[in-house]
């Protein structure tokens, strides 16, 4: 028998409660965790935005830290438009989560494109006040602080 996952890893901006609250009311904060052998990273830089976007790729050296969501099918909806899976930005894999209580199966976002470049320097502040928001170890969120950022104009 296979039974959906409606646990939702989020690394990104969506780490933050409060957001996913105003985007997806139906959808509780459960806990957090750890991805094993992933990490953190942008991407998108090609395609011209102020920013590259966060994305996550497999690296067997770290790990990635993510808030997880009891996320309601109604709020999967809407998710999978703010985050582009429509227009084939993004694509949606099942991943393994490291919690208090155990392993937890959950989906997340993962950047359908090239890895590379440095985001703005507010994405990456907006980014580590999510993890911050979300309870992430705080060298985890200094880590977040000070990676390098594109040169300001």
């Not at 208090?100 to 199966?105: I, S």
């Not at 976002?109 to 502040?125: H, I, Q, R, S, T």
């Amino acid at each position: 028998m296979v039974v959906a996952v409606s646990l939702y890893a989020a690394y990104g901006s969506n780490l933050d409660p409060s957001r996913m609250q105003a985007c997806c009311p139906h959808s509780p904060l459960v806990g957090t965790g750890w991805v094993e052998g992933w990490r953190l990273t942008f991407a998108g830089e090609d395609l011209g935005w102020e920013s590259p976007l966060a994305t996550a790729v497999e690296d067997p050296e770290s790990r990635l830290f993510v808030a997880l969501y009891d996320v309601h099918d109604f709020d999967q909806k809407t998710l999978d438009e703010l985050e582009g899976v429509e227009s084939g930005l993004y694509r949606k894999l099942r991943v393994r989560v490291a919690t208090l209580d155990g392993d937890k199966m959950a989906w997340m976002y993962v950047f359908d494109g090239y890895e590379g470049g440095l985001p703005a320097g507010w994405y990456l502040k907006e980014l580590a006040d999510a993890a911050e928001r979300a309870g992430a170890p705080d060298d985890y969120v200094a880590s977040l602080r000070s990676r390098p950022t594109q040169p300001t104009t």
